[in-house]
């Protein structure tokens, strides 16, 4: 009989031991920790290959767990096994402020890095679709104000909705509710659809922001709105497949497949480059990432990084994030947060 | 004769059942087979093309006074690339055509020339060429992703560009080539430049570290419940925790390795140490169930034999029931292991969900993992990491091929019939 192999049995647990032990080893960090929004990650990941590659230090890890996620890691505490740095597809919030705080982290520093446009498209085959926020809301919502009375969504058809619409069901692919696109897309365009019904303004009025966003809020849920997950890619390999079906994304996809889908006009203005960075596209959104400012200094190549996401090559007009679908801010802008960078000024308050 | 049944009849019916049995359990094979087939099928078809790379041949003429011998870093390579380009596409002025025609090549190019210096400093003050990659639009336009009879707003490439396209194919300028850089470098977000080397490093030493754990544990584990424990209610509880603790979703694991691991140990995130000690306890009750059932397999003659010939019940264990088990036990880790190779919802809570350009070399460094590469490819706008993310789920796949062939030869090496 066979002897059991004693010798790899000694290696495997050797090496087991080895690796606990080298965790212990493991203290300060010389390589910068991202966490945070999933928008903002492609971009992310291209200043730190760009940051890695032209000054020699080690690439920063990004990694990608949403806004909400990477401010609750940011927040944790000081000290290397926190990250240095939060990328966030919404403005931090007080209540997240005050938790950096308890936890020691008196001075965040705040960067706008850019746009992002949230587009409605639909296949080429299909019809060009011109669309208001008050339709889209018409369309999406889970109760709409019908004859003075809030009732289940009745609308099937696009037509019903306004005689200009096509003639066709109604079916939008979006994103779940955690993610940061749906938020921006409930925030931007449903709420503003909702405000333009005099008797959901009143209902504001009377009884509170929170009854206005029950109503406001909800999507619908008979199957016309259909979450899609997380992936764009896929929104849009299903919107090739149905040509009747329109797709909520982000920018960057819609611009990296224009020869397959084409972005529905919202308010009369269709969702070009030229629109969002202009601020005529109604719905965008801003793009930040936060820095800890007591890792600035102690964990090396962080004030290197910011001045790489807020230099004129990466950020600027003709940057290569605007390559990736970044819309730009306006140069005065990416000035300023250029300085407040360079000088790491604490934000002082929302 | 009136009462006799019709026994040809029966036999008849009889044999049509048969048929028809042995039919359905073709058919199940044969709708398996196909399902496999279009599967593999579509990942092949759509990823083949992923291990070549358009490269574009420049042609270059630099003086030593151009370049810091000693200094190479300081010098502008991308400049250099660009003066190329410009030179290849005379008449271009327009700021935003010039962005375009740097933008034919990878922004990579400037590295591959100095690369390409530093091996041979004696191309300096001659006429040399050089193949650098095509940009990831170039790239599709040459393995035919991108439709040149769409208009030219619809199109990511511009007439300009394909005109340049066409003069360079004319010149023998644009050549498909293997890309042997997508086996040899770490993940990037230019399509062009992105391998897989990072996360099939990150995969191997989180595997090493799960088996070096679970293995050893989950083995002695069952040799004890199978072989010394005695049977009461003390065993049945644990037994029916191991039973539940296999069905636990693998998530739970993700958040426990959070609280304990990270939290506890201080483990640094994204690490493969970390990623390991987590699918470690993940694949420990697979283990674990697969060991009892081998060990039971051994017939109790061999133990009694042992037992008679004066061996120790340590002995017997050791030098009998346990090599003549291992066959199993083997095929129970691989099947544990390759679980475990497939997951990524566990990784997301330590951190291993994430972008990561150099290479792992260690149990510490920040790494990913193959099913984690492929899920942030498939999320990438580029289109070029469409073929990429099929090419990533052929290596992953031919990853578990070696592991399952690895187990095939243990089991065939070990095995004793009788």
Not at chain 2, 199 to 204: I, V
Request: hydrophobic letters at 45%; a neutral charge; glycine letters at 10%.
């Amino acid at each position: 009989m066979t002897l059991i192999p004693r010798a790899a049995v000694l290696t495997v647990g050797g090496v087991a031991l080895a690796a606990l032990m080298s965790a212990q080893s493991a203290d300060a960090r010389d390589q910068i920790r991202i966490v945070g929004s999933s928008t903002v990650f492609p971009f992310s990941t291209v200043v730190a290959e760009n940051f890695g590659k032209n000054t020699g230090m080690k690439t920063p890890v990004v990694e990608s767990t949403g806004s909400g996620g990477g401010l609750k890691l940011f927040c944790a505490g000081v000290g290397p096994e926190h990250p240095d740095i939060t990328n966030a597809s919404r403005r931090i919030k007080q209540s997240e402020i005050d938790t950096c705080g308890k936890n020691g982290i008196e001075d965040i520093v705040e960067i706008k890095v850019g746009y992002d446009g949230i587009v409605l498209a639909n296949s080429k085959a299909g019809q060009v679709m011109k669309l208001s926020e008050k339709q889209i809301f018409m369309a999406l919502a889970k109760q709409v104000p019908v004859d003075g009375k809030l009732v289940d969504n009745p609308y099937e058809r696009w037509s019903q909705i306004d005689a200009s619409l096509p003639d066709v069901e109604i079916e939008v692919l979006g994103p779940p509710p955690t993610s940061g696109t749906r938020d921006a897309f409930v925030e931007l365009a449903m709420r503003d659809g909702a405000k333009a019904f005099p008797m959901l303004k009143q209902l504001r009025k009377d009884k509170g922001k929170k009854a206005f966003r029950a109503v406001s809020d909800s999507m619908r849920e008979d199957g016309r709105f259909i979450e899609a997950g997380e992936n764009d890619n896929l929104i849009v390999q299903k919107l090739e497949a149905n040509p009747n079906a329109l797709g909520i994304f982000g920018f960057s996809f819609l611009d990296q497949n224009a020869d397959k889908v084409r972005g529905s006009e919202v308010d009369g203005v269709a969702p070009t480059f030229e629109n969002i960075a202009g601020g005529a596209y109604g719905i965008s959104r801003s793009l930040f990432f936060y820095v800890k400012k007591a890792h600035v200094g102690v964990i090396p190549g962080i004030a290197e990084y910011v001045a790489e996401f807020t230099s004129e090559r990466a950020a600027g007009e003709d940057g290569y994030l605007t390559d990736k679908g970044l819309i730009p801010l306006p140069a005065a802008d990416l000035k300023k947060y250029q300085e407040d960078g360079a000088r790491m000024t604490r934000l002082a308050g929302l | 004769m009136s009462g006799e049944p019709d026994y040809a009849a029966r036999l008849r019916r009889r044999h049509r059942s048969e048929m028809r049995f042995r039919f359905y359990g073709l058919l199940s094979i044969a709708l398996a087979g196909v399902i496999l087939v279009v599967l593999i099928g579509s990942i092949v078809l759509k990823g083949y093309s992923a291990f070549w790379q358009t490269h574009v041949r420049l042609d270059f003429a630099i003086s030593a006074e151009q370049v810091d011998i000693d200094n190479l870093r300081e010098t502008n390579w991308g400049g250099l690339v660009k003066a190329t380009l410009r030179d290849m596409a005379p008449g271009v002025t327009g700021r935003r055509d010039k962005r375009k025609l740097y933008q034919f090549v990878s922004p990579n190019a400037g590295y591959d020339l100095r690369d390409a210096i530093a091996a041979d400093p004696g191309l300096l003050g001659t006429e040399f060429s050089l193949w650098v990659k095509a940009s990831d639009d170039i790239d599709m336009l040459t393995k035919g992703h991108l439709d040149r009879t769409l208009p030219e707003s619809d199109r990511r490439v511009s007439d300009l560009e394909l005109g340049w396209y066409d003069r360079f194919v004319g010149e023998g300028r644009i050549e498909l080539r293997f890309n042997l850089d997508f086996f040899t470098t770490a993940d990037s977000r230019e399509p062009e430049e992105a391998g897989i080397q990072g996360a099939l490093m990150g995969s191997f030493l989180t595997l090493l570290v799960t088996l070096a754990l679970s293995f050893p544990v989950g083995v002695m584990a069952a040799v004890y419940l199978e072989e010394f424990a005695p049977k009461n209610r003390w065993t049945d509880i644990i037994e029916a925790n191991i039973n539940n603790l296999a069905a636990v979703p693998s998530i739970v694991f993700g958040l426990l390795g959070l609280a304990v691991v990270i939290s506890l140990f201080g483990v640094p995130r994204s690490a493969p140490l970390a990623g390991g000690i987590v699918l470690a306890l993940m694949t420990l009750p697979t283990i674990i169930i697969a060991s009892r059932a081998a060990l039971k397999a051994v017939p109790p003659s061999i133990r009694e034999a042992a037992t008679g010939l004066g061996a120790s019940p340590h002995q017997v264990v050791m030098h009998h029931v346990l090599p003549l088990a291992m066959p199993g036990i083997l095929t129970g880790t691989i099947i544990g292991l390759a679980q475990a190779l497939g997951e990524s919802a566990p990784l997301l809570m330590i951190g291993m969900v994430a972008f990561i350009v150099d290479t792992p070399t260690g149990f510490t460094d920040p790494a990913t993992v193959l099913p984690v590469q492929i899920y942030i490819w498939a999320d990438s706008p580029e289109r070029a990491f469409v073929e990429k993310t099929s090419a990533a789920i052929m290596v992953l796949l031919a990853f578990l091929a070696c592991m399952n062939a690895t187990a095939v030869w243990l089991r065939r090496k070990f095995e004793r019939r009788w």
